[in-house]
């Protein structure tokens, strides 16, 4: 099951909508080929505001509903703050609570937004307001629905809030692979860091993602995970600065979900970066995720 936004890309503003285009396209490009039908796919509705304050700050979260962040706050969130905004990031968290609901069931499910991994309790910042893969992961231990969570973040971008935000919660592993080099700045310390230099080709970066997985599954065994695919790793893009090409992205995705089967964990899949100079790079990137999931899934 998908969690679909169709109102989004019109409506965020000016200078934050390419390459946002991908989320009207990739959801086109799955149905055209038919990795999907009609029928894979849910809207999500306005998250619950009990939800987002098991974890982020009540008085921010106020503060940010009623768009009384200062002009600073906006520019390190990297959005200039509207209603519209506010609406879209409470359904993209809600878009990841329901994904988890329906993995229980099914398995596996995707979000096609979400993966807001810089959004930290009291703050947000680069492009994350509220961080939805921390709000499910909450959802799903206060109702007994999971008992061990890996959120395992292969953005190349360090998912810092998610890290400082699970500090203290033992039943949540955080795993971030992130590009050494690469913003943020200031790493958050997640349960496992692996920090990739730049460059790193397909071959380094598939063996120390394999190990890793050994390596928390010896000391966490999860039994529900939440997968952070950002496709900002690839050699073309013009944020990432690593160097895999569109096949070892791809073989990072069955690893991932090969990884899911083999614990029988259901797994709930997250969009994240992608910031190719060519949009069908970035749309057949996040695509391959989907066709992998579904083949080693379902």
């Known amino acids: 099951m998908i969690a679909f ?11 934050h909508r390419f390459p946002m285009d991908k989320y009207d396209l990739l959801p086109r490009q799955l149905l055209h080929e038919g990795t999907v ?18 974890v982020h700050e009540k008085k921010y979260l106020e503060r940010l509903k009623n ?13 200039i703050h509207n209603e519209k905004l506010i ?14 609901e329906k993995a229980l069931k099914h398995s596996i499910s995707f979000n096609i937004a979400g993966g807001t991994h810089h959004a930290f309790a009291g703050r947000g910042e680069g492009f994350c ?25 292969l953005d190349v971008h360090q998912g810092n ?16 692979m992130h590009g050494k080099n690469n913003y943020p700045l200031h790493k958050q310390l997640s349960n496992l860091d692996f920090e990739a230099e730049d460059g ?23 039994d529900f995970i939440f ?7 690839l050699e073309s893009d013009k944020l990432g600065r690593l160097g895999l090409s569109l096949s070892g992205c791809k073989k990072r995705d069955e690893i991932i979900f090969e990884f899911s089967k083999q614990l029988n964990c259901p797994i709930v899949t997250t969009m994240g970066g992608g910031y190719s100079k060519e949009i069908n790079t970035i749309v057949e990137a996040h695509a391959n995720t989907y066709r992998c999931g579904y083949d080693i899934r379902e």
């Not at 009609?38 to 999500?44: A, H, K, L, N």
């Not at 499910?136 to 890996?150: D, F, G, P, T, V």
């Not at 890290?163 to 949540?172: K, R, S, V």
């Open 227 to 233: 997968y952070q695919a950002g496709v900002d790793v």
């Open 67 to 79: 768009l009384e962040l200062s002009k600073k706050e906006q520019r390190v969130s990297g959005f």
């Open 87 to 100: 609406q879209r990031e409470w359904t993209i968290m809600e878009g990841t609570r329901m994904a988890a």
């Open 37 to 54: 039908d009609q029928s894979y796919f849910f809207e999500p509705v306005k998250l619950k505001d009990e939800y987002a304050e098991a």
């Open 161 to 176: 809030g998610t890290a400082a935000m699970c500090a203290n919660e033992p039943n949540i592993f955080t795993f971030s």
């Open 200 to 222: 790193i080709k397909d071959k380094s970066y598939l063996y120390e993602l394999e190990k890793s997985l050994d390596n928390i599954v010896q000391a966490f065994q999860p």
């Open 5 to 15: 936004h169709p109102i989004y890309v019109h409506e965020l503003p000016e200078n």
């Open 129 to 153: 307001l509220l961080n939805d893969h921390v709000i499910a992961s909450h959802w799903l231990l206060k109702n007994n629905k999971a008992q061990k969570i890996l959120i395992a973040d």
